[in-house]
């Protein structure tokens, strides 16, 4: 099965998933390739620690073979790999916080290392100077630092619009919640990356969009 043609670039993911539903692995080959880095810079901003990030992220693609016969493209391929991730995020946490109650002392997201897109990156720059390019370079621990310390509802929502691209709409569906919710905490996490910013002496604004990080 599956080791005719080849798969055309524009094939979207919902086609991929039901072409691997149907036994082509390349499809499932091509699925991960493209959703690997932002779903790994999701797990990581969730549950803050590099090495479960990477159990989560294992977890996340085994569970999506497991439960390929169920998949139906109903909703968005994202959507559904999303909450698979999500929920296996929430368990890992809840796990962690019986193992090691103070878990205060797990390395924030987002450190030297990281893998992905930092931070900075995730904001778009409309046509920047380099003097503006060096600004947000310098701007990008500092940014990753503020993330981590939002809570963690603001956070998800955060990560998943500018990180992964999700829109509002999709977010709801894998947090649960209404839409409105989600925008609201998407003002939230805004406000406290303003913020907490500010605490750390940096001069930043981040548009009501999350589109823009000026200093």
């Not at 909703?75 to 991730?85: G, M, Q, S």
Request: charged share 30%; proline share 5%.
């Amino acid at each position: 099965m599956g080791t005719g043609g080849s798969l055309a670039p524009e094939t979207s993911d919902e086609q991929l998933m039901l072409a691997f539903q149907a036994g082509d692995a390349r499809a499932f080959e091509a699925l991960v390739r493209k959703h690997r880095a932002p779903v790994f810079n999701f797990i990581l901003r969730f549950v803050g620690q590099r090495a479960r990030a990477e159990d989560v992220l294992q977890e996340t693609w085994l569970k999506v073979v497991r439960s390929a016969r169920e998949y139906e493209p109903k909703a968005r391929f994202t959507t559904w790999l999303y909450t698979i991730a999500r929920n296996l995020c929430v368990d890992s946490t809840r796990k962690e916080s019986y193992r090691q109650a103070t878990s205060l002392e797990a390395p924030a997201a987002g450190t030297d290392g990281d893998e992905g897109r930092p931070l900075g990156e995730g904001l778009p720059d409309s046509g920047a100077s380099p003097e503006r390019g060096a600004h947000n370079a310098r701007l990008r621990p500092l940014l990753e630092r503020a993330l981590a310390g939002l809570p963690e509802e603001q956070r998800e929502v955060f990560v998943l619009r500018e990180y992964s691209g999700i829109p509002f709409k999709e977010i709801a569906e894998v947090t649960g919640v209404s839409e409105n919710t989600v925008k609201s905490r998407m003002r939230y996490a805004l406000e406290g990356l303003r913020r907490r910013l500010g605490e750390l002496g940096v001069d930043g604004d981040l548009s009501e969009d999350g589109r823009t990080v000026a200093g």
